[in-house]
């Protein structure tokens, strides 16, 4: 018997409160989060989840970037990084100079 599990998640970048550094973290977010996530209309879209992240993303005194992917029913929304170079910030930040 195989199960699938799925997850949605949301990859953010940007400045700590202390030190002011660059930091990036996972949020994974529960059916509630997900739900919270949408918009007036109650479909998911960068500016929902944008919304969702500044009230949830509290180890960010300021947010740079993020990406998304969320489990939305059958389907699964993606949302890029809105500039490219945000997802190898995001590597460095969670992973270093890992070889």
């Known amino acids: 018997m195989r199960y699938t599990v799925r997850v949605s998640t949301v990859r953010v970048i940007g400045r700590i409160w202390m030190p002011s ?17 949408r918009s007036a209309t109650g479909r998911i879209t960068r500016e929902s989840v944008q919304r969702w992240v500044d009230s ?9 970037d993020f990406a998304a992917s969320i489990e939305d029913g059958a389907d699964t929304v993606e949302i890029p990084w809105a500039d490219e170079e945000s997802e190898l910030v995001f590597g460095d930040c969670m992973y270093g100079d890992e070889d």
């Not at 550094?21 to 996530?37: H, K, P, R, W």
């Not at 949830?56 to 740079?64: L, N, P």
Request: proline letters at 0%; glycine letters at 16%.
């Open 21 to 37: 550094v660059m930091g990036a973290t996972t949020y994974t977010l529960t059916e509630g989060d997900v739900g919270n996530a």
């Open 56 to 64: 949830h993303a509290g180890d960010f005194a300021e947010i740079t």
